[in-house]
């Protein structure tokens, strides 16, 4: 099977795409999780 040109212009555009989309995502879930989760430490903190 061989590729045109710009089919693989467009596979490697989508295959870039993807990764920064996916790595922005697992970044975002992680802030998040983490803002959610300091007040809880903050609280432990306060009461020992």
Do not use: C
Request: no cysteine.
């Amino acid at each position: 099977m061989s590729l045109y040109p710009e089919d693989k212009k467009a596979a490697f555009i989508g295959l870039f795409g993807g990764a920064i989309l996916v790595l922005a995502m697992i970044l975002g879930i992680l802030n998040w999780t983490n803002m959610k989760y300091a007040s809880h430490e903050q609280a432990a903190e306060t009461t020992r």
